[in-house]
């Protein structure tokens, strides 16, 4: 008869209990989170007992034991895995990167160290490194003891985002696009949420039409009068050019920034459109001078 993972929890964590110090002495168990913990370098992985529970809840007591062996020399093998990638990477942490992605799909963010960053994009933690870097994975995460991201950001702006250029190019006449770039940078697309900070003084008023066709770059145009109708449509032709020809390409589309760090993404023809929130900023507008 199926058992439920918690109905079975007390006995299991008992041979969990009594096997590490035969399988992996210098592991222990963590009573109060229910986890397996083992030293790697100067931190430790964590591995939840969930795992071994669900499968014990699936098979008669008297396999239990072959199945917690089963797991605790799993989880010691991965903790080896990960004292290997310590040594190869050095201090991980110093590696770690934000990297802002158009929204993705479920099935390709299981698995990846990502939070949302709003309703259209989502922040990938990435290690960065020139020949084994890539997405951070939990589980790699979780080999290398790192729980707490919050400095993930910082070590992007310090580490990739000082040096970035900005300058102005012309889009129409006497009308000009605000280029936030670094070539061959992988990051800058995360200077999304930051954008009123490259925009001229005095102009963030009514927010900014923003692209992100490669993550090298930013494309701003401050909106301050109706002219904005004009430049949208062009504005999103090369955004779309932009992003056709990147070799890291980010996303296609043309974003109203406006708000408290709001994202709003514009058809090239909302310029035209009578409803809606955008339509609703156009009417507002002074006529350009």
Same mark, same amino acid.
């Given at each position: 008869m ?10 299991v964590?008992a041979l969990v209990?009594?096997l590490?110090?035969?399988l992996s002495?210098e592991?222990?168990f963590d009573?109060?989170?229910s ?6 370098g ?5 591995a939840?007992?969930?795992?071994v529970l ?5 098979v008669?007591p008297?396999a239990?034991?072959?199945v ?5 020399r799993?989880v010691?093998d991965r903790a080896v895995l ?5 040594e190869?990477f ?5 590696l770690l990167r934000?990297?802002i992605?158009p ?7 299981e698995g ?5 960053a709003?309703d ?7 290690i960065?490194?020139p ?7 939990r589980?790699?995460a ?7 991201l919050?400095?993930v950001m ?6 990739e @985002?000082?040096? /970035?250029?900005? *300058?102005?190019?012309? !889009? =129409?006449?006497g009308?000009?696009v &605000?280029?936030v770039?670094?070539?061959g ?9 930051e ?7 005095g ?5 900014? @039409?923003?692209? /992100?066709p490669? *993550?090298?770059?930013l !494309? =701003?145009y401050?909106i301050t009068g &109706?002219g904005?109708?004009?430049?949208l ?5 090369v ?6 020809a990147a070799?890291?390409?980010c ?7 406006h708000?408290?760090?709001r994202?709003?993404?514009?058809a090239?023809d909302?310029?035209?459109r &009578?409803?809606?929130?955008f ?11």
């Open positions: 199926a058992r439920e993972p918690l109905d079975v929890a007390g006995d964590h209990r009594g590490i110090p035969v002495p592991a222990w009573g109060g989170t986890e397996l913990v083992l030293p790697v100067r931190s430790e992985a964590r939840s007992t969930w795992t669900e499968r014990c809840a699936r008669d008297v239990w034991p072959g917690v062996e089963g797991w605790v799993e010691a990960a004292v290997g990638e310590m190869l050095g201090d991980v942490r110093e934000l990297r992605v929204k993705l799909a479920p099935r390709d963010r990846l160290v990502v939070v949302p709003g259209h994009f989502d922040a990938m933690v990435m960065e490194h020949r084994y870097g890539g997405p951070l994975t589980a790699r979780g080999l290398l003891g790192l729980r707490k919050g400095y910082t070590n992007t702006h310090d580490r @985002l000082a040096d /970035v250029q900005v *300058h102005d190019q012309p !889009l =129409l006449p009308r000009d &605000r280029v770039t670094k070539p940078s992988r990051y800058v697309s995360a200077l999304l949420s954008v009123d900070q490259f925009l001229p003084a102009t963030g008023e009514h927010g900014a @039409l923003v692209g /992100v490669c *993550h090298s770059t !494309l =701003l401050p &109706r904005v109708r004009e430049v449509p062009v504005f999103a032709e955004v779309a050019e932009m992003h056709e070799e890291d390409p996303a296609r589309g043309v974003y109203w920034s708000g408290a760090r994202l709003t993404p514009l090239p909302a310029a035209g &009578r409803t809606g929130e339509a609703s900023l156009l009417r507002r507008l002074p006529e350009d001078g």
